[in-house]
């Protein structure tokens, strides 16, 4: 089988809460004809994702088209989980004209391209691209970057220390193995703050890459779509911090599910989830609440003090009334006595 006969790949990765999930939502209203498969990676164990991007299902991209994985890292499960979902995607009538990939916040972006040499599916597919998505406010407020000047210095001091947190490293790879990126939520960053970011990413990226600014995941399907740029086979030029590793693990993180009754007001809710991410370090809150008196089903997502939350539909007759919410943090700041407390009130 030919390059041309197979089916394109565009990984989007991305810091927890760049916007992934609003990214392939666009992609999906705005395929142009394309028909669309995507797999879905979540940290944690309540699919919030997989189930957003199934709501906004359109013929091209059927909900069956949808796979949810919920093991927390893709790349770290290849045989069991990635290789069948991809065969299961190709065994597809008809096949999907390109697939995309939504790796976990905290997914290490290399090990997956290297699954594309398994013999079961490298004459299948192609990486066409690996988008990596960056909040512009936050890479502006320097939460995921270094001071490369004091690295610098103190590496220079003392060579056998690494100075770098585990959220840099990610970050860095997820550059490192990009072929373009995403600058997200501009409008909240301002024209200084996106100024910033462009200058912290050109400065954490190992070779040019082009960068796009956009609003609530729009963007032309044209850009990031058909690449072109087989990135399975170019391996050797997209380094990582875990080169040389037989494994990584992600140890360094950790999630737990909250389950409450009713809430009484959305904004009561936001409230005590900026009050948790300021005094317990919290990287990430998302899930659905049940907001009392209200028939429909509330979807809340954050990052750090940042909430958003918004009706998504209606309770179905099927499911249990519940509030759920998935809380991401490095392993030292979970505290699950702590974390229920302050997000029941």
């Not at 006969?5 to 705005?30: D, E, Q, W, Y």
């Not at 164990?45 to 957003?52: A, E, K, N, P």
């Given at each position: ?214 609003i609530d995941g729009v ?28 494994d990584h693990e992600h ?95």
């Amino acid at each position: 089988m030919t390059d041309l006969l197979k089916i394109p790949v565009t990984i989007v990765t991305g810091f927890l809460g760049a916007g992934k999930t609003t990214l392939i939502s666009h992609l999906i209203r705005n395929a142009g004809g394309k028909r669309l498969a995507v797999i879905v990676n979540e940290f944690g164990t309540l699919g919030v994702d997989g189930d957003i991007l199934k709501g906004c299902a359109i013929p091209d991209c059927p909900a069956e088209n949808v796979i949810e994985l919920a093991n927390g890292c893709i790349c770290c499960t290849v045989a069991d989980d990635f290789i069948p979902t991809v065969e299961t995607l190709l065994a597809l009538d008809p096949r999907p004209d390109h697939i995309l990939i939504e790796t976990s916040g905290l997914a290490l972006p290399k090990p997956l391209l290297k699954a594309f040499d398994w013999p079961a599916i490298r004459s299948r597919i192609t990486v066409d691209g690996v988008i990596a998505l960056a909040d512009a406010e936050a890479v502006a407020a320097g939460r995921f970057a270094p001071d490369l000047a004091a690295v610098d210095a103190q590496r220079a001091a003392d060579p056998s220390v690494d100075h770098e947190t585990p959220l840099s490293e990610v970050f860095e790879d997820q550059l490192a193995c990009a072929d373009m990126v995403l600058l997200t939520k501009v409008d909240l960053a301002g024209p200084e703050g996106v100024a910033a970011a462009r200058a912290v990413i050109a400065a954490e990226s190992v070779r040019p890459l082009p960068v796009v600014e956009l609003i609530d995941g729009v963007v032309d399907p044209r850009v990031i779509l058909g690449l072109g740029a087989a990135a399975e086979d170019d391996i050797a030029a997209r380094p990582s911090h875990h080169d040389g590793e037989d494994d990584h693990e992600h140890d360094d993180f950790d999630s737990i599910v909250v389950e409450l009754g009713d809430v009484s007001t959305p904004a009561d809710l936001a409230a005590r989830i900026e009050r948790l991410a300021t005094e317990h370090a919290i990287l990430r809150v998302k899930g659905y609440a049940a907001v009392a008196g209200k028939p429909m089903r509330l979807l809340v997502q954050a990052v750090g003090a940042r909430v958003r939350t918004q009706y998504d539909r209606p309770w179905r007759g099927d499911e249990r009334r519940t509030t759920q919410l998935v809380v991401i943090a490095e392993r030292g700041h979970i505290d699950t006595p702590a974390i229920t407390a302050a997000l029941a009130g």
